[in-house]
């Protein structure tokens, strides 16, 4: 019994209490408790009567790399896994490093809307048009993305789209768009139509599509619009376009008659090209005649 005590004891003074191992790591003792309930960093040694914490020598580098994971705001369960899986935690500190670019480049981009509204207005930078849409019938691939997925889906939509419409062959009648059903951003998915506008007297497609490919005829209406070329064209910079249009629908008390649209007037293919030029669309409608009115900018 005696050399038991002995052996606890030295093993003890190999430890560090909580509030010593609290001072090294920069930990505070609550949060040393919660790590421990969740299992990201149990302690060496427990008391069973007291319940007092022992923690090795060695962890305290483990709690420093835990606090400073948490000051990324990398959730907790997310914290266990790469503290016992360090060959994933460059990769992962590299993703962390492109979102927090990618945040702060729309975070830039919304502080620049805002003061242009403040100062000339959205209207100026992005001035609105109205014109009457025809009725069309669309060759579609939809999915349900969000944005950090976006642009991927778009590439292989389109791909698919053309090679599907090479085998009609299917005639054109006018640039290819893509119709927005809701917010897409990091934080929200929503469903996105790629469509190519094809003559609905010629030829068809097939009737075996692939999954989430069909057919859509959209009525004719009216559309609100606005260009956006170069620079004004890029994400994050193009939402100031959206939210321009959208203003003007609702300024002028009239309804969305449908998803927004943005339409490929001219696509280099990179998306940040001087040369890409694209058109913002809104189909809407008067709740009370159902027709345009005489306004500003209407045909």
Not at 177 to 183: L, Q, S, T
Request: aromatic share 8%; net charge negative.
């Amino acid at each position: 019994m005696e050399t038991t005590e002995t052996t606890e004891t030295t093993d003890r003074k190999s430890l560090l209490p909580i509030g010593q191992f609290a001072q090294a790591s920069g930990l505070t003792i609550t949060a040393l408790r919660h790590y421990d309930a969740a299992g990201v960093l149990v302690p060496a040694h427990v008391d069973p009567v007291s319940g007092y914490r022992w923690f090795r020598r060695d962890q305290v580098r483990t709690a420093q790399l835990i606090r400073a994971l948490r000051q990324l705001d990398i959730p907790v369960e997310e914290v266990r896994r790469l503290v016992t899986a360090e060959s994933e935690l460059g990769p992962a500190l590299h993703a962390r490093l492109r979102a927090a670019e990618r945040r702060l480049e729309v975070q830039r981009s919304v502080v620049h809307s805002l003061l242009t509204r403040l100062g000339e207005g959205a209207d100026v930078k992005h001035p609105i048009t109205i014109r009457e849409g025809e009725a069309e019938r669309v060759l579609v691939r939809a999915a349900t993305v969000d944005g950090t997925g976006l642009e991927a889906f778009l590439r292989t939509a389109f791909q698919e789209l053309y090679e599907l419409a090479g085998a009609g062959p299917l005639a054109f009648t006018g640039p290819a768009f893509v119709r927005f059903h809701g917010v897409c951003d990091e934080e929200n998915a929503t469903q996105v139509e790629a469509c190519l506008p094809f003559w609905a007297d010629g030829a068809q497609p097939g009737d075996d599509l692939p999954e989430g490919t069909y057919v859509r005829d959209l009525p004719a209406g009216g559309l609100a619009r606005t260009e956006v070329a170069g620079e004004s064209a890029r994400f994050p910079e193009i939402l100031t376009a959206y939210d321009a249009v959208a203003e003007w629908v609702t300024r002028h008390g009239f309804a969305f008659a449908g998803p927004v649209r943005l339409t490929y007037l001219r696509w280099t293919g990179t998306p940040d090209h001087p040369d890409n030029r694209m058109e913002i669309a809104w189909p809407f409608e008067d709740p009370a005649e159902g027709t345009l009115r005489d306004l500003p900018g209407s045909p």
